[in-house]
């Protein structure tokens, strides 16, 4: 599994290892971290964007091929598209190519649907790609090498995925950004009206969906969200009523490449793998905001990443 040691893709796995899967894990370490990786599996230290990758990826000769690797951030993608392409484009390409030359039984994607669909309501796998930003139109590149590569594969479009230990200084992560300015205590700064909406999801709810596509019999692309809209001032609301605060809320104007509206339909996924997201919002808050207690208690001298987005400028809700 490429990108095994970030937020989605440690979560995925540790429920690898937990089944008593083999598991492999490849991973620069850039967004990501080593203690992330699940104890039981075997990390390799490399750059999907490196075409040596090819021969690593193959050596493994794995049996399925998770491809969860990715230049995540919007705002960096507008900044520097070509390092978007490399990274998100000819690594996917790197890693198809070293999986089938591995002799790989499946290939799964991780892509991003917001980012392809653009400014949705209801979208679903049909629905025509409409990408905002060169990080959508790279992912949407990105799918077409896997589908275009004869092997029986499987894409996961997530909408906008949230949960314990995820980043608040990279850009999708609206629930960690807002979360963590509202536990240190520190402003809240929102681009445009606030009434722009997200599919959010919970990160173990997408796990148990990349799960079944893993062991889907199909060849496909899967919608993986709630169905539901939430928007980024009703969020900011529900945090604040768990947290028990109130927000000092800073307007900036929106940013190119920003979303309005984003919801998916997962009509399809629950008709033909029989998956349903488990998580409703709150709760699905409260268990994060639960565990990233018990994280902080265990680690006392613990940094959130909130105060600093990449480019260093306090991190915003989009």
Known sequence: MTGGAGFIGSRIGRALVGRRDDVTVLDDLSGGSREAVPTGA??????????????????????????????VSVLRSLDAPEGDWLVNVDGTRHVVEGARAGGARRFVFLSSGGAIYGDSDGAAESSPPAPKSPYGRSKLAAESIVTTSRLDHGIARLANVYGPRQRSDLEGGVVAILTDRLLDGLPVEIHGSGRHTRDLVHVDDVVNAVLEICGARATGTWNVGTGQATSVLDLLHRLERLIGTTAHVE??????GDITSS????????????WHPRWELDAGLRAMLDEMAVADA?????????SASPDGQPAAAS
Not at 43 to 59: F, H, Y
Not at 263 to 274: D, V
Not at 298 to 306: D, F, I, K, N
């Open 251 to 256: 307007w900036r104007p929106a940013r190119p």
């Open 298 to 306: 265990r680690e006392p001298g613990l940094v959130r990443s909130a």
């Open 263 to 274: 919801r998916l339909s997962i009509e399809r996924i629950g008709r033909e793998l029989g």
């Open 42 to 71: 075997r990390l390799i230290e490399a750059s999907v964007a490196d075409s040596s990758v090819i021969r690593v990826v193959a050596g493994v000769r794995a049996e399925l091929v998770i491809h969860a690797a990715a230049q």
